[in-house]
């Protein structure tokens, strides 16, 4: 029931910006935390950033300053601002929800590229 879907990704630059949206449905949006993911070809998947209920957000330590992650819970929609691309930022891009640290609940969506040229 519950469903993911990206967009926004794309080809760009080094040095450029892109913006993920993920909208939510078939969830009681305001309950969960929402992540995004990535993989990049060969390596595991891996946490970029997340934001709870209240707005709080962590981010792993190459993508911040660069990266920021919002909510709109009017909307049921999460965002990952990208500023300063770099080739290693280039992956498949997965928005992922939970009602809590251990996955309870969780969903994933499909997954989106970015590819960043050098």
């Known amino acids: 029931q519950a469903q993911l879907v990206e967009s926004g990704g794309g080809l760009v630059q080094a040095g450029g910006s892109l913006r993920l949206s993920c909208e939510a449905s078939?969830?009681?949006?305001?309950?969960?935390?929402m992540g995004w993911y990535r993989q990049a070809p060969g390596k595991q998947r891996e946490l970029v950033a997340t934001?709870?209920?209240?707005?709080?957000?962590n981010y792993r330590d190459s993508v911040k300053g660069r990266f920021t992650i919002s909510r709109d819970n009017a909307k049921n929609m999460v965002y990952l601002q990208m500023n300063s691309l770099e080739p290693e930022d280039t992956a498949v891009y997965y928005c992922?929800?939970?009602?809590?640290?251990?996955?309870?609940?969780?969903?994933w969506g499909q997954g989106i590229q970015v590819t960043v040229s050098s």
């Open positions: 992922h929800a939970a009602l809590n640290q251990d996955g309870l609940g969780s969903s």
């Open positions: 078939g969830i009681f949006f305001n309950l969960y935390v």
């Open positions: 934001i709870s209920r209240g707005n709080t957000t």
